[in-house]
């Protein structure tokens, strides 16, 4: 398993006239959460293109629980359960800073290769990279 963790503040243009974050921003934040986590890793996005493998998302599933607020910094936890092999699967948490869950949700990443845009397996070489982080 591999867990990163990031902060966002919440932005004025995120809320609706209530001070309370739109649904819609928080499969952004989950976007944030994996690229900066991907980072972390030694993989920027920028990294995996050049390998010739893009990155699609292929599904999307938020849950929300309590609403985040104007002036919140949220703390997103992105989790990786598994080595991807045809797809990777990450597990998303966002918490208030009271701590408290405001949603919880999972991304899929399909690996299609960017030349002829067909579906593929994890490259190994970024399979190798995953492995390094795995259970650290």
Do not use: W
């Not at 597990?91 to 990443?109: D, F, H, T």
């Amino acid at each position: 398993m591999m867990q990163s963790e990031l902060f966002l503040d919440v932005r004025y243009y995120e809320t609706d006239q209530m001070g309370i974050v739109h649904h819609s921003n928080y499969v952004r934040y989950f976007e944030c959460g994996r690229t900066d986590m991907l980072k972390k890793l030694g993989l920027p996005i920028e990294k995996i293109e050049e390998a010739g493998v893009m990155l699609p998302v292929v599904s999307v599933v938020c849950r929300y629980k309590v609403p985040a607020r104007l002036g919140d910094t949220l703390r997103v936890v992105s989790v990786i359960e598994k080595l991807p092999m045809a797809k990777l699967v990450i597990r998303n948490e966002i918490y208030n800073p009271a701590g408290m869950l405001v949603c919880e949700g999972e991304v899929v990443l399909g690996f299609i290769d960017s030349a002829t845009r067909r579906p593929v397996r994890c490259p190994k070489a970024l399979i190798e990279i995953f492995e390094k982080h795995f259970n650290q």
